[in-house]
């Protein structure tokens, strides 16, 4: 179930690199690295 649930965070993460266009770029980039980093601990440990 955590690899399912790290498959998930890091496919959110890769679609908010897809929608960049926000206006408080800071947020976007922060979202992005917490879904990116939960994401990779999920899936491969």
Do not use: D
Request: net charge positive; proline share 2%.
């Amino acid at each position: 179930m955590k690899r399912v649930i790290g498959f998930a965070l890091f496919c959110v993460a890769l679609g908010m690199v897809l929608a960049l266009i926000l206006p408080n770029m800071f947020v976007a980039v922060l979202c992005i690295i917490l879904c990116i980093l939960a994401g990779y601990n999920l899936f491969c440990c």
